[in-house]
């Protein structure tokens, strides 16, 4: 028998449905949700375990935000997920759309069809379609960092303020000395 | 998580996926981008373990119904154009977790849903569905996995207009296993570890496979059937109960050529 992993096997439904634009919201989501909970019984539980800090960059209020712009049920999705464990502590970015996109179009040649919310339908431009889609999902934030206390940083600023914001909110949380000289030293 | 949304509660009606579902509509919150309110087909589900004869009786009822007019598609787990090569797949390597197996499972029937099922439901087919969400509520239910998650998980589903549960014994079916295609690692349950003894392990799993079925028959209004029987006795019996309800008045009831 061939051992492979199931984020592997998930990897590949997602890269077939992705590739022949073949996913609707639902399987969107769910594949999505997959691929979370083998994330989560195999890289997030065994380091809880043991103690560690496990820092995950995005966490089920992706999923939340952007399966709710699609127009999958808020609630469904949030029991969907409620075998997650629930972070000790969670950190929104946030950015107003124009930058984002900005941000985005700056860095990127090509918008991906899904990550532009082509599949929508809204707009045959990617751009536009981007900006429509990306705004909702900034909607959905906004309500879920108020359901869910998320801590927000304002990622317009610079990186080293909002390193120092990050950290000043981490040190709180895990009660450590929050050494800024470090940070300076750091980003120089 | 904080949405520790343990009921499916929503306007002061228990909406959670059993009998109070209306045949037809979505067990709770369904898709909100697709309504299906007021669609002319239905869905008939066949349930039951393997072995009891499923796809001998939809491959006859199909005839039947499509002798008088009636649309017919068939739609049966893992058969998803998305998921089918990676369920396959992580069968043969047995290295998956319930969890993530439950949820590739739910991608393969929302696949199948929006793709198969609704659109067939808009078109006024008849859909026979070889299995339903109950198998997968069975097999995850008997593996530990939360049932009341498993109900909200499949709330996108809708509650079919008839299901009929092939029932069986443990003995006859296990005769009838052995003498068709042999016992096979999963439906054994052999990746629970009930033991290394396939026969064994095979006749704990279906035994606790039944008693799943067996709870969930009141729940979601199962009309069960003596799989024991004949063939052609277990046929004209579905075919009996399945033209009443196409004759009442909000069952098809425009079947072409019986009730002009």
């Keep these: 028998m061939t051992e492979w992993n199931s984020s592997a096997l998930v990897k590949a439904a997602t890269k077939t449905g992705k590739k022949k634009n073949a996913l609707t919201p639902m399987t969107f989501s769910l594949l999505h949700a997959t691929d979370f909970a083998d994330r989560l019984l195999y890289n997030i539980i065994p380091p809880l375990k043991a103690g560690m800090i496990v820092l995950a960059d995005r966490y089920t209020y992706t999923a939340f935000s952007r399966d709710a712009a699609r127009g999958v049920d808020r609630r469904w999705v949030r029991e969907l997920y409620s075998f ?8 929104y970015f946030r950015v107003p759309i124009e930058v984002s996109t900005d941000r985005l179009l700056a860095r990127r040649v090509k918008l991906k069809f899904y990550e532009a919310g082509m599949d929508m339908g809204w707009s045959s431009n990617p751009i536009d379609s981007f900006r429509m889609f990306q705004g909702k999902v900034l909607d959905e934030y906004d309500r879920i960092v108020e359901e869910f206390g998320l801590s927000v940083v304002n990622a317009t600023g610079s990186i080293t303020d909002q390193q120092r914001t990050f950290r000043k909110l981490v040190s709180q949380h895990l009660k450590i000395e929050d050494d800024d000289g470090q940070l300076d030293e750091q980003l120089g | 998580m904080d949405s520790s949304t343990s009921s ?3 306007g002061g009606v228990v909406k959670d996926g059993g009998s109070g579902a209306k045949p037809g509509s979505y067990y709770a919150y369904g898709i909100p981008y697709l309504p299906i309110d007021g669609y002319p087909g239905k869905i008939i589900a066949i349930e039951g373990t393997d072995g009891v004869g499923r796809s001998t009786q939809i491959r006859l009822l199909r005839e039947w119904l499509e002798v008088q007019g009636y649309g017919v598609i068939e739609t049966g787990w893992t058969r998803s154009q998305l ?11 047995n290295t998956l977790n319930k969890l993530t197996f439950v949820l590739l499972y739910a991608t393969d029937f929302a696949d199948r849903l929006e793709k198969e099922i609704i ?25 530990g996995v939360d049932r009341t998650w498993m109900r909200s998980l499949y709330g996108f589903a809708i509650a079919p207009h008839l299901v009929f549960y092939l029932k069986i014994d443990e003995k006859t079916l296990i005769r009838r296993v052995l003498q068709s295609r042999g016992m096979d690692y999963w439906e054994s349950g052999m990746d629970m570890k009930l033991g290394d003894d396939i026969y064994e392990s095979f006749r704990a799993y279906q035994r606790s496979l039944l008693r799943e079925y067996a709870s969930m028959a009141d729940e979601f209004g199962f009309r069960v059937l003596d799989a024991r029987r004949k063939v052609d006795v277990i046929q004209d019996e579905l075919r009996r109960q399945i033209g009443a309800f196409l004759a009442e008045p909000d069952g098809a009831g425009q079947s072409p050529v019986t009730n002009p």
Excluded: N
């Design chain 1, 84 to 91: 997650a464990v629930k972070p000790d502590m969670a950190v």
């Design chain 2, 8 to 10: 499916l509660v929503e």
């Design chain 2, 83 to 93: 998921m089918q090569p990676t369920i396959e797949l992580a069968k043969a390597s």
């Design chain 2, 119 to 143: 659109p067939a439901l808009k078109a006024g087919f008849i859909v026979l569905s070889d299995r339903y969400v109950f198998t997968a509520m069975a097999r995850a239910g008997l593996r």
